[in-house]
């Protein structure tokens, strides 16, 4: 009781906060602050247009949040969601290259193997930022952040060489057909089935975590590293499942954003929705079902500030600064609650 | 003079002091020795000004100490020399001893002429400083140097050694002692303190021995042997208890000549060789640091023994432990009492059904350790770093005996626990010896070990002495 009591106030105060932050913003840089705020309303939830935009938007941040989640429990902070996400859909590019294009036949096992493709590069990627910690020492922050560096030319190199267009004119891939993507909920709008999938998946990490002896292990090892070598926990071998578990959870954001959305990888694949991913993890008191709700709330703020971008003066600038401004709000929300609640760190 | 009266101090339950007095005089090097945990270090930091006490006072020439402001006890003279050095790692020699000088945050230095009173110092005491290197490069010998120079710079008339040949070697150490008793003989007043009997025994004048925050006893050192202060640190030993259990069974542990490598490489156990029998204590006593930790991880297979083939245990169980440090190795402070239960209960297949963790039954088995074991806590989903210590000690020893081990590795299980609490963990020890556990209990409580053990060793530098006569190694041990 008293648990849920202090994260509705946390999360209360949270809202407050970024309310308050974003209502500066608008003062700072002159927008009507009545009006900016019913644009982001409009934007976001005010009908199904705003929706699909929402559903598009949260789907690649609930599962960056999951990857990020995920390794931090187990005491992995794992920066790389940016590098993990373009690797992802390097990975369903690439896998579409060798079957879908020249139309190999796989049928209805297209689309998973598009997906797996994506969790595989992910892996990969935070793999090898695992590895070179477990085995060099490396720290995991400055490896994964080196990671997403690489990455980015990784995908320039791919879009310009293995992976370009049969014309051979834009840095990008061809566009899947629309038959080999995700199913959309009518032809208007990018909104896909890709939203279930991230909640799926939000729900089974929440099983995994807490009602299996793995994921049991993966938060002693995070908790504390002393005690489960005490209790003769492999604790190497747990943050290296994590961090596994990690990448494929950012590479399938990818993966879901090219056989979603996208349906090509070009120059702009990501738009930060790796780095978002820690913010909304954050908020979501590293909880599976709470960075679902704060993937969803995320969302939202990020499909009425487009609108509200549309409609000022200002531009589409004004979508960083806001975006910029909720992610510090909700970091400094969480820093405060940390101290006003120490017992925040809600377990179900 | 410095003059202790009567001074107490507690931390939560624990007493650490409890009505201490003493008396420091001037030309004399004054030692306070005891185990660890025995207050010598509580008493220091109320000397230096770091700790205010509940009870009592200390007075320096005449008038009371301001406790709680150690920079201005400093300025009266009294000056500590700390374990863990002060030092800029990345200054050289000459800009750390003139930042001792360097009284304001914004002021002109210059390290050569700030350093050079100090420089001086260290020549009469025949000492070459390499001024020009870097801290970081020193040996610890030399960085100690420099740590005694800042002291020496100010006008010090009291200097506190906070177990100071903890990292020397034997050469330093008597290069130490020599320039104590130069200092000493300038009339200030020198207090060392030491769990080392026989470096007492060289270079102190008098000596104070603190047991468990009492004050046993003091005496100029003339008056004292190895073997009486061994006494007053350890207390009055009972008979030792030689009787033969009748209902031992068969050996469960066997080590035949095991040696066993530390964190650093170093021989940290020692071609030991003995076997515990179910249905038996065999005490490991000895000072901290002397290979405790990595016998008791070898034993419980989180160290390997240099050779495979020099230790068998034998049981178809977990192996129960208890480890020494509970804050650290026992427990994950940030997880709730279920979750740190349930660290040896997640191998319990009553509570696993596959890969999945049975929830309701795990909720239901918590509670019942709980009460079984009366931990005071509101209940499975309070986080376990807001328990007090004597609770957190109940959650791991319960979670090993909720298991049933046949074979039980316990490290200090009573530190810092009050009497009740120890009590508590006693009686387990001894029900699980009744059912036929066999349990290596590792000490630093002799009295502990005296009264649980059926048999007694004790652990000298990573080397196992059986029986009576190893008493005077207690203080000879490499320190912690």
Same mark, same amino acid.
């Given at each position: 009781m008293k648990k849920v009591l202090s994260s509705g106030i946390g999360a209360v105060a949270g809202?407050?906060?970024?309310?308050?932050?974003?209502?500066?913003?608008?003062?700072?840089?002159?927008?009507?602050?009545?009006?900016?705020?019913?644009?982001?309303?409009?934007?976001?939830?005010a009908d199904w247009n705003a929706w699909s935009k929402t559903l598009v938007k949260m789907t690649p941040l609930i599962l960056t949040g999951?990857?990020?989640?995920?390794?931090?429990?187990?005491?992995?902070?794992?920066?790389?969601?940016?590098?993990?996400?373009?690797?992802?859909?390097?990975?369903?590019?690439?896998?579409?290259?060798?079957?879908?294009?020249?139309?190999?036949?796989?049928?209805?096992?297209?689309?998973?193997?598009?997906?797996?493709?994506?969790?595989?590069?992910?892996?990969?990627?935070?793999?090898?930022?695992?590895?070179?910690?477990?085995?060099?020492?490396?720290?995991?922050?400055?490896?994964?952040?080196?990671?997403?560096?690489?990455?980015?030319?990784?995908?320039?190199w791919t879009i310009n060489g293995p992976l370009q267009e049969a014309k051979h004119q834009l840095p990008q891939s061809d566009a899947?057909?629309?038959?080999?993507?995700?199913?959309?909920?009518?032809?208007?709008?990018?909104?896909?089935?890709?939203?279930?999938?991230?909640?799926?998946?939000?729900?089974?990490?929440?099983?995994?975590?807490?009602?299996?002896?793995?994921?049991?292990?993966?938060?002693?090892?995070?908790?504390?590293?002393?005690?489960?070598?005490?209790?003769?926990?492999p604790s190497q071998r747990v943050q290296m499942m994590a961090m596994l578990l990690s990448g494929a959870l950012c590479g399938l954001a990818g993966g879901l954003d090219y056989v979603g959305v996208s349906g090509q990888i070009g120059i702009g694949f990501s738009q930060q929705w790796g780095f978002l991913g820690i913010p909304?993890?954050?908020?979501?008191?590293?909880?599976?079902?709470?960075?679902?709700?704060?993937?969803?709330?995320?969302?939202?703020?990020?499909?009425?500030?487009?609108?509200?971008?549309?409609?000022?003066?200002?531009?589409?600038?004004?979508?960083?600064?806001?975006?910029?401004?909720?992610?510090?709000?909700?970091?400094?929300?969480?820093?405060?609650?940390?101290?006003?609640?120490?017992?925040?760190?809600?377990?179900? | 003079m410095l003059e202790v009266k009567g001074v107490s101090k507690h931390f939560g339950a624990l007493c650490a002091l409890d009505h201490v007095s003493a008396t420091f005089l001037p030309g004399r090097i004054h030692a306070v020795l005891g185990e660890n945990g025995a207050g010598k270090s509580t008493l220091m930091s109320v000397l230096a000004g770091f700790l205010v006490p509940e009870q009592g006072d200390v007075v320096f020439e005449g008038t009371s100490i301001p406790g709680g402001r150690p920079a201005e006890c400093q300025r009266l003279g009294i000056e500590m020399i700390h374990q863990h050095f002060t030092l800029v790692p990345?200054?050289?020699?000459?800009?750390?001893?003139?930042?001792?000088?360097?009284?304001?945050?914004?002021?002109?230095?210059?390290?050569?002429?700030?350093?050079?009173?100090?420089?001086?110092?260290? $020549?009469?005491? +025949?000492?070459?400083?390499? &001024?020009?290197?870097?801290? @970081?490069? /020193?040996?610890?010998g030399v960085q100690q140097r420099l740590e005694i120079l800042k002291a020496l710079s100010g006008s010090a008339k009291v200097l506190i050694f906070d177990e100071p040949t903890a990292v020397l070697s034997p050469e330093e150490a008597e290069d130490l002692f020599r320039v104590m008793r130069t200092l000493r003989d300038e009339g200030r007043i020198l207090i060392l303190i030491a769990h080392k009997l026989s470096e007492v025994l060289s270079v102190a004048d008098e000596v104070t021995v603190l047991r468990r925050g009492i004050n046993v006893a003091s005496a100029p050192i003339t008056d004292v042997t190895a073997q009486i202060l061994a006494e007053w640190m350890v207390g009055d030993l009972p008979p030792m208890h030689t009787e033969k259990? $009748?209902?031992? +069974?068969?050996?469960?542990? &066997?080590?035949?000549?095991? @040696?066993? /490598?530390?964190?650093?490489?170093?021989?940290?156990?020692?071609?030991?060789?003995?076997?515990?029998?179910?249905?038996?204590?065999?005490?490991?006593?000895?000072?901290d640091g002397n290979g405790q930790i990595e016998l008791a991880e070898a034993l419980v297979g989180l160290r390997r023994p240099i050779r495979q083939d020099s230790l068998a245990v034998e049981t178809d169980r977990d192996i129960g432990y208890i480890p020494q440090d509970r804050q650290h190795d026992g427990l994950a402070l940030e997880l709730s009492v279920r979750e740190n239960l349930l660290l040896t209960g997640v191998r319990d297949h009553r509570l696993r059904r596959g890969p999945f963790l049975r929830l309701r039954k795990i909720q239901e088995w918590s509670r019942k350790l709980i009460q079984k074991f009366s931990i005071k806590t509101e209940g499975?989903?309070?986080?376990?770093?807001?328990?007090?210590?004597?609770?957190?000690?109940?959650?791991?020893?319960?979670?090993?005996?909720?298991?049933?081990?046949?074979?039980?590795?316990?490290?200090?299980?009573?530190?810092?626990?009050?009497?009740?609490?120890?009590?508590?963990?006693?009686?387990?020890?001894?029900?699980?010896?009744?059912?036929?556990?066999?349990?290596?209990?590792?000490?630093?409580?002799l009295d502990e070990l005296t009264q649980l053990s059926d048999r007694l060793a004790f652990l000298s530098r990573g080397e196992l002495v059986e029986g009576e006569g190893s008493l005077a190694l207690l203080g000879e041990g490499s320190p912690s």
């Open positions: 809202l407050a906060l970024v309310m308050f932050f974003l209502v500066l913003t608008f003062m700072i840089f002159g927008q009507p602050v009545g009006a900016s705020l019913k644009a982001m309303y409009v934007g976001s939830v999951l990857g990020a989640g995920v390794a931090w429990r187990a005491g992995m902070y794992n920066i790389g969601g940016e590098g993990q996400f373009i690797l992802g859909g390097v990975g369903s590019a690439w896998l579409a290259k060798m079957v879908v294009f020249p139309n190999l036949a796989l049928g209805g096992l297209t689309l998973p193997a598009l997906l797996l493709a994506s969790m595989a590069g992910g892996a990969v990627w935070s793999g090898i930022a695992a590895w070179l910690y477990l085995k060099r020492g490396v720290d995991v922050v400055i490896g994964t952040i080196l990671l997403n560096f690489i990455a980015k030319y990784l995908i320039e899947l057909p629309q038959a080999a993507m995700l199913m959309r909920f009518d032809r208007q709008h990018d909104a896909n089935i890709g939203v279930f999938i991230a909640v799926i998946v939000a729900v089974g990490i929440a099983i995994c975590l807490f009602a299996t002896a793995s994921g049991y292990r993966l938060r002693v090892v995070g908790a504390s590293p002393s005690a489960a070598r005490a209790n003769l926990i909304v993890a954050l908020l979501g008191g590293l909880h599976p079902l709470g960075i679902l709700a704060s993937g969803a709330f995320f969302g939202m703020l990020f499909a009425g500030s487009e609108q509200m971008a549309r409609s000022s003066a200002v531009g589409t600038t004004l979508i960083y600064v806001v975006q910029a401004a909720v992610v510090l709000a909700v970091v400094f929300a969480r820093g405060i609650e940390r101290k006003v609640l120490p017992q925040v760190e809600a377990e179900p | 990345a200054f050289t020699a000459e800009e750390n001893l003139a930042l001792a000088r360097t009284s304001q945050l914004v002021s002109k230095v210059d390290p050569r002429s700030q350093s050079l009173e100090a420089l001086e110092i260290a $020549a009469k005491l +025949g000492w070459d400083i390499p &001024r020009n290197q870097r801290t @970081s490069e /020193l040996p610890v259990r $009748a209902n031992r +069974g068969a050996a469960r542990v &066997r080590a035949t000549g095991m @040696s066993v /490598l530390g964190d650093r490489g170093e021989t940290a156990i020692r071609d030991v060789k003995f076997e515990i029998r179910a249905g038996e204590i065999y005490g490991f006593g000895g000072v499975p989903d309070q986080l376990v770093k807001s328990l007090s210590g004597g609770n957190q000690q109940k959650i791991v020893v319960s979670r090993v005996f909720d298991q049933v081990p046949e074979v039980i590795i316990a490290v200090n299980p009573t530190r810092g626990l009050d009497i009740k609490a120890t009590h508590f963990v006693h009686a387990q020890l001894l029900s699980a010896r009744e059912r036929g556990a066999a349990i290596a209990l590792i000490s630093t409580d």
